[in-house]
C-alpha cells in the first residue's frame, strides 16, 4: 500500500521552514527522501535506516520513527531552489529492490 | 561525477507499435530499476534486475519486458503501445554491496503514444 504523505501542497516565503510526513501501513526497512522538479528526475536528498537519520544537505533534515512507520523531513530557511515536489520512497523489509514511492508533496517558495 | 544514461529522451510512437527505451547505470552499479510516471502521479515501480537477474517485479504490463545485459545496461521493451503508455519512464541504479541501497535516476525518457 501506498506511503500517505502530508500536506499534499504548502506554500512558503523564503526562510520559512516546513515539515513533510511520510506514513506507512507496512513495516518500513528504510525511507529515501527525492525531490523532483516539474519535467526532470527525482534526486536523492537522504536515506533512513532503523531509526537513524542522515543528513543529505545542511538545511534538510529528516527522522524516522520505526515503530510508527512514519518519517519527517524538515526543511529549514527555505530557499527558492527547494521547490519542486518531494516524494518519501520507502523499501519493505523481504523486498529491498524497490521503492514503493508516496502520495507526493507540491512545496512552492516564493520571494 | 557519472551519472545515468537513459536513451532516448523523448519518443513519439502510435497505438499498437512498439518501443525500446535504453538505460545506463552508473559504472560499478549492479541494481536497475524502472519506474513509469503518469502525469501528476508518483513514480510507480515496474521491475528490477540485481546482476543481471530480474530481482523484483511491480505493476508492470504483460506487453511489457525488460533485460539487462553483461555490460549492466537495461532495455525496456514495451509492445501493442496504448494511449495509456504515454509517461515519463524513469531508470535509476544502485550499488546493493554497499549495503545502503541508494538509487540514483536518470533523465528519463517522454514517451507520447498518438
Known amino acids: 500500500q501506498q506511503p500517505v504523505q502530508s500536506p499534499q501542497a504548502v506554500i512558503l516565503r523564503e526562510g520559512e521552514d516546513a515539515v513533510i510526513n511520510c506514513s506507512s501501513s507496512?513495516?518500513?526497512?528504510?525511507v529515501h527522501w527525492y525531490r523532483q522538479k516539474h519535467g526532470e528526475a527525482p534526486v536523492f536528498l537522504m536515506i533512513l535506516l532503523k531509526g537513524g537519520e542522515q543528513k543529505g544537505h545542511d538545511k534538510i533534515s529528516a527522522s524516522f520513527n520505526e515503530k510508527k512507520q512514519q518519517s519527517s523531513l524538515y526543511l529549514t530557511a527555505s530557499q527558492l531552489s527547494y521547490s519542486g515536489t518531494y516524494f518519501c520512497g520507502t523499501e519493505k523489509y523481504g523486498a529491498t529492490n524497490k521503492l514503493i514511492f508516496g502520495t507526493g508533496t507540491l512545496l512552492a517558495v516564493q520571494p | 561525477a557519472a551519472g545515468v544514461i537513459q536513451s532516448p529522451r523523448h519518443l513519439i510512437k502510435e497505438k499498437r507499435e512498439t518501443a525500446t527505451l535504453k538505460c545506463y547505470p552508473i559504472p560499478r552499479h549492479d541494481t536497475v530499476y524502472w519506474y513509469q510516471q503518469g502525469p501528476g502521479q508518483d513514480p510507480q515501480f515496474l521491475i528490477s534486475f540485481y546482476e543481471k537477474m530480474q530481482s523484483d517485479k511491480g505493476s508492470i504490463p504483460d506487453r511489457f519486458s525488460a533485460q539487462q545485459f553483461s555490460d549492466y545496461h537495461s532495455e525496456l521493451n514495451m509492445s501493442s503501445l496504448e494511449l495509456g503508455d504515454s509517461a515519463l519512464y524513469f531508470c535509476a541504479s544502485s550499488r546493493r554491496g554497499q549495503g545502503v541501497n541508494i538509487q540514483y535516476f536518470g533523465a528519463g525518457t517522454r514517451l507520447s503514444v498518438l
Open positions: 507496512k513495516a518500513l526497512y528504510s
